[in-house]
T-cell receptor, first 111, second 112 residues
């Protein structure tokens, strides 16, 4: 089924660890995004990509990096996790002029 | 850049009543306005959207209206049901494909 997939769903890690949150979509969308959201709260744009080898920082880069080597894959990396990174991370994709499809999210806890 | 304001932040209604959520945007170039519903513990889901060449759009019990002159758009839910309880987000973007800018969300509670 064409959709957007995020792994892992839940992750608990120690402070200082490096982690990568995975996001893949099978819809052929050129545009992909990462948002940070505390449950039920505002969606903060972290990074976005309008195509392969194109990445931009959003309003809240949260000390993370992204890459877009393939159209379908848009991983988010935290080089050194901190307790302030504890949140839910949502990946989304879309075609120009249409609404986003969101992934189910990764709920990250940094202890 | 674009800024989207959403009101109210919380809304409580009785089952069967109507609910209205309003958003204003700042960038006159914005011409795509979607609405998302996020149930507890789930991902946001697109429920309806409107483009700037249309003033109103309906889908069963939900409708969206757009006033380009005043730069505001609204979500209307009629005959509310308990399953309408969720957080609703409005958003705006220009159709060139820039990132959606979201409002801060409205928590709608429908009591039976």
């Amino acid at each position: 089924e064409a959709d957007i997939y995020q792994t892992p769903r839940y992750l608990v890690i120690g402070t200082g660890k490096k982690i990568t949150l995975e996001c893949s979509q099978t819809m052929g969308h050129d545009k992909m995004y990462w948002y940070q959201q505390d449950p039920g709260m505002e969606l903060h744009l972290i990074h976005y990509s309008y195509g392969v080898n194109s990445t931009e920082k959003g309003d809240l880069s949260s000390e993370s990096t992204v890459s877009r080597i393939r159209t379908e894959h848009f991983p988010l990396t935290l080089e050194s996790a901190r307790p302030s990174h504890t949140s839910q991370y949502l990946c989304a994709s879309h075609r120009t002029g249409y609404g986003y499809t969101f992934g189910s999210g990764t709920r990250l806890t940094v202890v | 850049g674009e800024n989207v304001e959403q009101h109210p932040s919380t809304l409580s209604v009785q089952e069967g009543d109507s609910a209205v959520i309003k958003c204003t945007y700042s960038d006159s170039a914005s011409n795509y306005f979607p609405w998302y519903k996020q149930e507890l513990g789930k991902r946001p889901q697109l429920i309806i959207d409107i483009r700037s060449n249309v003033g109103e759009k309906k889908d069963q019990r939900i409708a969206v209206t757009l006033n380009k002159t005043a730069k505001h758009f609204s979500l209307h839910i009629t005959e509310t049901q308990p399953e309408d309880s969720a957080v609703y987000f409005c958003a705006a973007a220009n159709q060139a494909g820039t990132a959606l800018i979201f409002g801060k969300g409205t928590t709608l509670s429908v009591s039976s």
